[in-house]
């Protein structure tokens, strides 16, 4: 079964009991350091400091967007829903990026199952307060432009290597770009969250990750992933990775030029 809003907590204002007053927006998110100081002085005032949780679902399809989330030091999964139970990771959001800047272009309602992958603390704004900021800083508006247009295109290369590559390929690619956004070999991921992810069943997940460890790239246990040879799984890896990492033709780097 796919996650749902019962089983994985579903939580529009998620983490409301680790909120707390920001004194000034929370270090760690790329996106906002990259804004001038003054820029982000301003924005500050109107931010708070949420905690969220593994599993918990910020968005739903469909669902108004009630939030912005500049995520710290946690890494959210962006799942697209197929018929309400099929998922298929479309994308995900780390400290380089932001969630729910969609609403500046006009879209109130998600287009994907927004959940938590790793949990941490982010920085979050209201929808009216980031859509009227978004109108008068010019810079917020360069970098968040830049920012949608390569999650876009990263979306449509991880659509592509879905129906064309091998799930082994797939799993190696899914692994190196948490691997990236955590920075950090060593993460936690059930097979559960990896089958809806990748959108295949447990068993695939199973095949795919132990091929990887009889060759010795990661050691996966209780969901505990270890990346033993990041060269060698990135050559078995699909060549997507090589465009969608920080450096590719369509990775993050490019938002911050």
Request: glycine share 8%; charged share 20%; net charge neutral.
């Amino acid at each position: 079964m796919p996650p749902t809003t019962a089983s994985m907590n579903l939580s529009r204002d998620a983490g409301r009991s680790g909120l707390a007053p920001a004194m000034g927006v929370p270090s760690g998110n790329r996106l906002l350091a990259s804004l001038p100081e003054s820029d982000l002085r301003h924005l500050a005032a109107l931010f708070d400091t949420v905690k969220v949780e593994v599993g918990e679902v910020l968005y739903e399809p469909g669902q108004p967007i009630a939030h912005i989330y500049f995520p710290g030091d946690c890494l959210i999964s962006l799942l697209a829903v197929a018929e309400g139970r099929m998922t298929l990771e479309v994308g995900s959001v780390g400290r380089e990026g932001v969630l729910g800047a969609s609403v500046a272009l006009g879209h109130d309602l998600a287009q994907v199952r927004a959940v938590v992958q790793r949990s941490g603390t982010a920085s979050r704004i209201g929808r009216a307060d980031f859509c009227a900021e978004f109108a008068q800083l010019d810079s917020l508006q360069r970098l968040l432009y830049r920012y949608t247009d390569t999650l876009l295109a990263q979306a449509i290369q991880i659509a592509v290597c879905s129906r064309f590559h091998v799930l082994e390929a797939r799993l190696a690619r899914s692994l190196l770009i948490t691997r990236d956004r955590l920075q950090s070999e060593k993460f936690h991921l059930t097979h559960e969250f990896l089958a809806h992810t990748l959108g295949v069943r447990r068993v695939g997940v199973t095949k795919a990750a132990s091929a990887l460890q009889q060759q010795k790239l990661i050691t996966y246990s209780r969901g505990n992933i270890e990346i033993l040879d990041s060269a060698g799984l990135e050559a078995v890896s699909c060549r997507c990775y090589e465009l969608v990492k920080d450096t590719g033709a369509i990775g993050m780097a490019n938002v911050f030029v």
